[in-house]
Structures are given as C-alpha cells and as structure tokens.
C-alpha cells in the first residue's frame, strides 16, 4: 500500500492549491481517505475526509467554505482543492487511507491505516 501526495508549494494570502493523493498497490474504491495537516510545533489535525464511495465528506471547520475534498476511484486518485488560502494553514499536508468508514472519528489521525509522505503548503501573507 502506497499512498503519495503532491502537489503542495508556496503562495500568497488568497491563492489556491490542488493537492493530489495517488494510491497504489490496493483498491482504492473501498477506502476512506483523509487530508491531516501538521504544523511546526503543533499536533497533526485531521483536515478533511471522503467515503470510499464520494458520497459523504467531513471538513475542519476553520477550512469549511474553502476546501473541497473530491477523489476519481479510477485514477486512484484523491484530491483536495485549497482556495482562499490563508498563512495559517501553511503545514505539511499528508493523505491518508483506511479500509472502510472512520464515521465521526475522521479527524484522529489514530483511526488511519495507511499514510502518505506529505507535501508542504506555505502560506504568505
């Protein structure tokens, strides 16, 4: 199992950023995938979370309005869309993968199976 976000990069106040997470070596249909997102000297928070169907997405509320979370099971492929970026969500983002539903825990990083390498977002002001 191999999950790889990319993606991530520095921009200003307001810009946008796709993040991709490509998944191989299994199925991906039959996961749960979220976005966490770690800063210097803080916990890793969970971001945002998608069914293994699409048909449920959970957000944190300090980026509900902003981010969208989406994933195309046939490019295995998860992706989270970052507008309006503000410098406090610069952190390294990760993706990562569990088999089947997290239900309301999908923000606690402990309920993930699987985890990706991150990619950096930085925010400037």
């Known amino acids: 199992v191999q999950l790889q976000a990319s993606g991530g990069g520095s921009v200003q106040a307001g810009g946008s950023l796709r993040l991709s997470c490509a998944a191989s070596?299994?199925?991906?249909?039959?996961?749960?995938i979220g976005w966490f997102r770690q800063a210097p000297g803080k916990e890793r928070e969970g971001v945002s979370s998608?069914?293994?169907?699409?048909?449920?997405?959970y957000y944190a509320d300090s980026v509900k309005g902003r981010f969208t979370i989406s994933r195309d099971n046939a490019k295995k492929t998860v992706y989270l869309q970052m507008n309006s970026l503000k410098p406090e969500d610069t952190a390294v983002y990760y993706c990562a993968a569990r088999r089947g539903t997290v239900g309301s825990k999908w923000h606690h990083s402990y309920v993930m199976d699987y985890w990706g390498k991150g990619t950096q977002v930085t925010v400037s002001s």
């Open positions: 070596g299994f199925t991906l249909d039959y996961y749960t």
């Open positions: 998608i069914t293994s169907s699409g048909s449920n997405t």
